[in-house]
Protein backbone atom coordinates (compact mmCIF):
# COMPACT_ATOMS: atom_id res chain seq x y z
CA UNK A 1 0.00 0.00 0.00
CA UNK A 2 1.50 3.67 -1.24
CA UNK A 3 2.03 5.91 1.49
CA UNK A 4 -0.95 8.19 2.82
CA UNK A 5 1.32 11.59 2.21
CA UNK A 6 0.94 14.55 -0.06
CA UNK A 7 2.96 17.69 -0.62
CA UNK A 8 1.30 20.89 -0.08
CA UNK A 9 3.40 23.80 -1.57
CA UNK A 10 6.26 21.67 -0.79
CA UNK A 11 5.86 20.20 2.78
CA UNK A 12 5.19 16.81 3.56
CA UNK A 13 1.41 15.99 4.88
CA UNK A 14 1.02 12.20 6.62
CA UNK A 15 -2.65 11.64 6.54
CA UNK A 16 -2.20 7.73 7.57
CA UNK A 17 -4.80 6.80 11.02
CA UNK A 18 -1.45 7.62 13.49
CA UNK A 19 -0.32 10.71 11.76
CA UNK A 20 -4.13 11.80 11.90
CA UNK A 21 -4.51 10.51 15.70
CA UNK A 22 -1.54 12.44 17.05
CA UNK A 23 -2.82 16.08 15.30
CA UNK A 24 -6.40 15.63 16.29
CA UNK A 25 -4.84 14.30 20.16
CA UNK A 26 -7.26 11.14 19.89
CA UNK A 27 -6.89 8.25 21.78
CA UNK A 28 -7.95 4.50 20.62
CA UNK A 29 -9.40 2.88 23.09
CA UNK A 30 -9.87 -0.60 23.28
CA UNK A 31 -11.79 -2.63 25.72
CA UNK A 32 -9.54 -5.08 27.92
CA UNK A 33 -8.93 -8.32 25.78
CA UNK A 34 -9.81 -7.06 22.20
CA UNK A 35 -7.62 -5.88 19.22
CA UNK A 36 -10.25 -3.24 17.74
CA UNK A 37 -12.27 -0.41 18.79
CA UNK A 38 -16.10 -0.79 19.77
CA UNK A 39 -16.99 0.79 16.21
CA UNK A 40 -14.65 -1.70 13.80
CA UNK A 41 -16.16 -4.37 15.11
CA UNK A 42 -19.04 -3.34 14.86
CA UNK A 43 -18.81 -2.60 11.16
CA UNK A 44 -17.50 -6.32 10.72
CA UNK A 45 -20.96 -7.16 11.75
CA UNK A 46 -24.19 -6.91 9.45
CA UNK A 47 -26.02 -4.43 10.78
CA UNK A 48 -29.70 -4.80 11.75
CA UNK A 49 -31.41 -2.14 9.70
CA UNK A 50 -34.30 -2.34 12.42
CA UNK A 51 -31.98 -1.33 15.35
CA UNK A 52 -29.91 1.36 13.11
CA UNK A 53 -34.04 2.69 12.50
CA UNK A 54 -35.06 2.29 15.87
CA UNK A 55 -31.88 4.46 17.15
CA UNK A 56 -31.94 6.98 14.54
CA UNK A 57 -35.43 7.51 13.38
CA UNK A 58 -38.40 9.14 14.88
CA UNK A 59 -41.08 6.45 15.96
CA UNK A 60 -42.49 4.86 13.63
CA UNK A 61 -40.26 6.13 10.44
CA UNK A 62 -37.17 3.56 9.26
CA UNK A 63 -35.93 2.34 5.79
CA UNK A 64 -36.93 3.20 2.46
CA UNK A 65 -37.03 -0.03 0.79
CA UNK A 66 -35.19 -0.53 -2.76
CA UNK A 67 -36.88 -2.38 -5.71
CA UNK A 68 -36.14 -5.98 -3.93
CA UNK A 69 -37.22 -4.99 -1.00
CA UNK A 70 -34.03 -4.49 0.86
CA UNK A 71 -32.98 -1.95 3.11
CA UNK A 72 -32.08 1.62 0.88
CA UNK A 73 -31.66 4.42 2.91
CA UNK A 74 -33.06 6.67 5.75
CA UNK A 75 -34.86 10.13 4.88
CA UNK A 76 -32.94 12.91 6.43
CA UNK A 77 -36.62 14.30 7.42
CA UNK A 78 -37.38 10.74 9.22
CA UNK A 79 -34.36 11.25 11.63
CA UNK A 80 -34.19 12.06 14.31
CA UNK A 81 -32.40 15.53 15.90
CA UNK A 82 -29.49 14.15 17.46
CA UNK A 83 -29.23 11.72 14.02
CA UNK A 84 -29.51 14.92 11.80
CA UNK A 85 -27.06 16.86 14.06
CA UNK A 86 -24.14 13.50 13.56
CA UNK A 87 -25.07 13.09 10.39
CA UNK A 88 -24.47 16.89 8.74
CA UNK A 89 -21.19 16.37 10.95
CA UNK A 90 -20.07 13.55 9.29
CA UNK A 91 -20.82 14.95 5.77
CA UNK A 92 -18.81 17.68 6.08
CA UNK A 93 -16.10 17.13 8.54
CA UNK A 94 -14.90 13.57 9.21
CA UNK A 95 -16.34 11.14 5.72
CA UNK A 96 -17.32 14.34 2.88
CA UNK A 97 -19.46 13.59 0.21
CA UNK A 98 -21.52 15.05 -2.51
CA UNK A 99 -24.78 13.39 -1.56
CA UNK A 100 -25.73 15.12 1.27
CA UNK A 101 -29.59 14.76 1.86
CA UNK A 102 -30.67 10.85 2.77
CA UNK A 103 -28.64 7.75 4.59
CA UNK A 104 -27.62 4.85 2.99
CA UNK A 105 -27.12 2.02 5.29
CA UNK A 106 -23.35 2.39 5.43
CA UNK A 107 -23.67 6.28 6.41
CA UNK A 108 -26.53 5.11 8.52
CA UNK A 109 -24.07 2.48 10.42
CA UNK A 110 -21.32 5.14 10.52
CA UNK A 111 -24.30 7.47 12.42
CA UNK A 112 -25.48 4.97 14.56
CA UNK A 113 -21.70 4.40 15.57
CA UNK A 114 -21.49 8.12 16.54
CA UNK A 115 -25.04 8.13 17.95
CA UNK A 116 -24.02 4.92 20.49
CA UNK A 117 -20.65 6.92 21.44
CA UNK A 118 -18.82 3.88 20.29
CA UNK A 119 -15.04 3.99 20.42
CA UNK A 120 -13.66 4.20 17.05
CA UNK A 121 -10.34 4.88 15.35
CA UNK A 122 -10.83 8.96 13.81
CA UNK A 123 -7.48 8.50 12.59
CA UNK A 124 -8.31 5.32 10.01
CA UNK A 125 -11.90 6.60 9.40
CA UNK A 126 -10.50 10.46 8.44
CA UNK A 127 -7.58 8.64 6.85
CA UNK A 128 -9.75 5.98 4.95
CA UNK A 129 -12.10 8.35 3.46
CA UNK A 130 -9.43 10.82 2.47
CA UNK A 131 -7.38 8.38 0.29
CA UNK A 132 -10.33 8.03 -1.29
CA UNK A 133 -10.46 11.09 -3.64
CA UNK A 134 -9.18 11.40 -6.65
CA UNK A 135 -5.77 13.07 -6.96
CA UNK A 136 -7.03 15.55 -9.53
CA UNK A 137 -9.90 16.47 -7.01
CA UNK A 138 -6.90 18.07 -5.01
CA UNK A 139 -5.55 21.17 -7.08
CA UNK A 140 -2.81 21.77 -4.07
CA UNK A 141 -1.85 18.42 -3.32
CA UNK A 142 -1.26 14.87 -4.54
CA UNK A 143 -0.09 12.10 -3.41
CA UNK A 144 3.73 11.17 -3.07
CA UNK A 145 4.59 8.30 -5.22
CA UNK A 146 7.48 7.42 -3.27
CA UNK A 147 9.81 9.23 -1.07
Not at 2 to 10: A, E, F, S
Not at 58 to 73: E, M, S, Y
Not at 74 to 99: M, V
Request: glycine content about 6%; charged content about 20%; some cysteine.
Amino acid sequence: MPPKQVRVKGHLIKFDADSLNTFLETLVVLESGETLPAYSRFCRLRPNPQELAARLCIPGRGFVLNAKGLPWKLLRKDLTTLAQTWSILSYFNLAPTSHTSDLNLGRARFVYGLVMKMDMNVGALISGHTSDFQPSSLPYAWPEESL
